[in-house]
């Protein structure tokens, strides 16, 4: 039941002027539990009924049918509401054990969303750089899809682009087939960074680099041999990375896809007469919008990436018809969307209003930038077989015992890595540390995963019994914070979609995992008693939220740790 639209209903009948949306909106959760479980603040009723705040406050708590709660008081300016945790408890736990999509919503009308995320460059490797548009897309997918939306997860692979102009020249002067045939991407990469460390002295290299992707355009054959070799290579390196994360992606429609479509965008540009010519090159003038210019053709002619993210815009809005486009890209890239936004709405676009820009943080590693140019890269594969062997070596000293233990250490080693990740709000830069994430205590995945196998080993050691859905009432209170967390869970895959923020989700698993835990250590369970069904109901209901919460944010939740 949700108890924000209760108490909104019951306010609505003694103010009739507001509706019962309106009244939801402005119900707070207090801070203080001592304050009740929810409360309305007056304060800007007191404009329009000529009366202070505290009084109106008062004035609704006489008027008001209180017999559904417990309680309802005046504290100051606000109309706090005490729930009956008995009956509240019992109707909440009901619930969740009788809904298998506890907190889902039908909101999004079936509407699609495309998501461009993760969007690996060819030829390189995919680094810790890479894990935050893998992870922040995938677990917004999948909270789209709570919220009622269909999710289209699109992989934008850099695969186009002046810097395979530069491969093929590093390739050509200072390579061999040997080389990248036995190790193909951290040969590439090599020699990647070894063209920009020459470029340095020989400022000629990046004009053979462009010269080379003109080519690459124009359908020159040894040019899009090496292409395709460099790109067929680099994926074979990502899908195992995406399989290690347990990550699927609906089209993996890169650069090079658009390298057709390219000139309708120009053609309509022109027919709009909103291209023009600047020092010898093809721009739209953005002035209007408070933005630099935006370059379409370089003056060899060659497009760059805002051309192809203009057709692959067009392309995605005429073949998925959505109703938003997300693009999880860093905030270094803003000015790039807001350019792409601006030149769509001069085209004519008006939908180009339902693309988002969604920005994350960066990571660091000892407080300093990653790089693949600078060389100063650290492969993702790596840091997912390190945590994994993290947690293997704590599974170990706890459960050496344990069944498949290396399957239950991927789980808990690679939940860790996105975990925190996500756990962190997606603007705000952080540093990773990998002995702080794979840890089974503290504000981390591992904790949460085994508050949630703790869950299960309670329903085995009852011997996982049928749960009656109508004898739910539990009268120690110490069980309250529990129960009204997991009340909120509706509120809180709402909020985490309307903010396009994964940590929401995150913060509510760990709060969670600490009240539940809280409650085990300060009460008995399993105890023959008329209450015990109801006891099971709350574990099995923490359980059924936990692991939904989890699977929101792309982490497995393993029964036994």
Not at 28 to 47: N, Q, R
Not at 306 to 331: E, H, P
Not at 423 to 445: C, H, P, Q, S, Y
């Amino acid at each position: 039941m949700d108890y924000k639209v209760k108490i909104a209903s019951t306010l609505s009948t003694i103010l009739p002027d507001l509706d019962v949306e309106t009244l939801k909106a402005k119900i707070e959760v207090p801070k203080d539990s001592s304050k009740g479980d929810y409360a309305f603040p007056t304060f800007t009723l007191a404009k329009e009924l000529k009366k202070a705040p505290n009084l109106i406050a008062s004035d609704l708590v006489d008027a008001m049918d209180t017999s559904d709660y417990q309680k309802v008081i005046a504290m100051g300016p606000y109309v706090n509401f005490f729930l009956d945790p008995k009956a509240a408890g019992a109707n909440i736990l009901k619930e969740i054990i009788s809904n298998e999509n506890y907190g889902h919503n039908t909101d999004g009308e079936a509407g699609h969303i495309t998501i461009d995320m993760s969007s690996p460059n060819i030829a390189k490797p995919m680094s810790m750089g890479h894990l935050r548009s893998t992870v922040i897309g995938n677990s917004l997918a999948e909270i789209s899809k709570a919220n009622g939306y269909q999710p289209i997860k699109i992989n934008h692979l850099g695969d186009w682009g002046t810097q395979f102009g530069k491969l093929i020249v590093a390739y050509k002067q200072w390579g061999s087939e040997a080389e990248v045939r036995a190790d193909p991407i951290n040969t590439l990469v090599r020699y990647y960074v070894e063209f920009h460390a020459k470029a340095e002295n020989e400022p000629e290299l990046n004009d053979q680099g462009r010269a080379w992707f003109k080519k690459l355009e124009d359908g020159d054959t040894e040019a899009l041999e090496l292409w395709q070799w460099f790109r067929d290579e680099s994926l074979k390196e990502f899908m195992d990375v995406y399989d290690s994360l347990d990550i699927q992606f609906d089209s993996f429609n890169g650069e090079a896809f658009y390298n057709d479509k390219m000139e309708a965008v120009i053609d309509r540009l022109e027919e709009k007469g909103k291209l023009v010519e600047s020092q010898g090159a093809q721009v739209v003038n953005l002035d209007d919008y408070d933005l630099n210019v935006a370059m379409i053709k370089r003056t060899d002619g060659a497009t760059l990436y805002m051309t192809r993210d203009l057709a692959a815009a067009t392309y995605r809005k005429k073949n998925y018809n959505f109703v938003k486009s997300l693009y999880i890209v860093g905030g270094e890239q803003r000015e790039h969307f807001e350019q792409l936004k601006a030149i769509l709405k001069e085209m004519g676009y008006e939908w180009s209003d339902d693309i988002e820009h969604i920005v994350f943080g960066m990571i660091t590693v000892d407080g300093k930038k990653l790089s693949t140019r600078s060389g100063r890269i650290i492969l993702l594969k790596n840091v997912l077989a390190d945590s994994e062997n993290l947690a293997l070596a704590q599974i170990n000293e706890k459960n050496p015992d344990l069944p498949n233990k290396e399957e239950v250490a991927h789980e808990v080693g690679t939940g860790a890595v996105v975990f925190h990740d996500l756990m962190n709000e997606r603007t705000l830069n952080f540093d990773f540390k990998l002995e702080d994430v794979v840890r089974f205590e503290g504000d981390t995945g591992p904790y949460v995963q085994y508050a949630n196998a703790r869950a299960h080993s309670i329903l085995r050691k009852a011997g996982n019994p049928e749960i009656d859905p109508e004898h739910l009432e539990i009268s120690d209170e110490k069980v309250w914070e529990t129960v009204k967390l997991l009340g909120t869970f509706d509120e809180v895959i709402r909020r985490a979609w309307r903010d396009r923020e994964p940590s929401v989700i995150a913060k509510y698993a760990l709060n969670l995992a600490r009240t539940f835990s809280k409650y085990y250590a300060n009460s008995k369970i399993l105890v023959e008693d008329d209450e015990l069904n109801a006891r099971l109901a709350l574990v099995q209901a923490v359980s059924n939220n936990l692991t939904e919460s989890l699977r929101l944010l792309g982490v497995k939740a393993p029964s036994e740790m």
